[in-house]
């Protein structure tokens, strides 16, 4: 198994552009997230999704828009591109597990966005 | 709403010393799962553990041991005889029955020092 997959892994955008993150899953997992981490603040969830054609807003879902789809991607599109939104973006995964458990979330490698 | 605190920003120590790592939530939930993660220094995050809010029980494995207190609301993180490869940002995150978020704290450097 791949795991949890993105790209690209470095991004530099000019303000205005537009732009796909790309996240893509393996394990047949029906939760599926994507989180910024922006220094001294951890990471803060932006947009979630709890199966294939269902997506919900998280903290930060401002200039942000998802989709899903398929079970196995997950694309996190930036309609047009600020200097706010330079980050390190995560895609993460996981099975929902059974009534009253919760698993673990497998986190992609992350993509390193600069917005100028 | 829920939220992780995490009141140490960075901590720095020399190998083999014991080092705790605090963790503070609040929820209104009366079940949730708790988690600390790790991210080194090529930024992966790396799963360390999962407790669920019925199970109070201490964890040990290897050097790393878990304080997981309700009455306090706190699950905090031990490594015992730091080494210098136990370098990185840690995070804890908490997650409630009612969602399917995943809420994080603001992460804790750890710098061991040979």
């Known amino acids: 198994n791949a795991g949890v997959t993105q790209t690209p892994k470095f991004q530099v955008l000019k303000t205005g552009q537009s732009m796909t993150l790309q996240c893509a899953q393996d394990?047949?997992?029906?939760?599926m997230s994507w989180y910024r981490q922006d220094p001294g603040m951890g990471l803060r969830l932006i947009h979630y999704?709890?199966?294939?054609?269902?997506?919900d807003q998280g903290e930060v879902p401002n200039g942000y828009n998802v989709s899903r789809s398929t079970t196995e991607d997950f694309p996190l599109r930036l309609l047009s591109a600020a200097p706010s939104q330079t980050s390190v973006y995560f895609c993460?995964?996981?099975?929902?597990?059974?009534?009253?458990?919760?698993?673990?979330?497998?986190f992609g490698p992350g993509t390193r966005l600069t917005v100028l | 709403a829920q939220k992780v605190t995490q009141a140490q920003t960075e901590i720095s120590v020399v190998e083999k010393e014991d080092v705790t790592l605090d963790c503070v939530y609040e929820?209104?939930?009366?079940?949730?799962?708790l988690f600390w993660y790790k991210q080194p220094p090529s930024g992966e995050l790396v799963f360390l553990i999962r407790?669920?809010?019925?199970?109070?029980q201490n964890e040990i494995s290897g050097r790393y041991s878990w304080n997981f207190q309700k009455s306090t609301s706190s699950f905090n993180f031990t490594i015992t005889a730091s080494q210098v490869v136990d370098s990185a940002v840690y995070f804890c995150?908490?997650?409630?029955?009612?969602?399917?978020?995943?809420?994080f704290g603001e992460g804790t450097q750890l710098t061991v020092n040979p």
């Open positions: 993460a995964s996981s099975y929902p597990g059974l009534a009253g458990t919760s698993n673990e979330q497998f």
């Open positions: 394990m047949n997992h029906e939760y």
């Open positions: 999704s709890v199966g294939a054609g269902i997506t």
């Open positions: 929820t209104r939930d009366t079940t949730y799962y």
């Open positions: 407790r669920n809010s019925f199970d109070e």
């Open positions: 995150a908490l997650r409630e029955t009612s969602g399917s978020r995943l809420t």
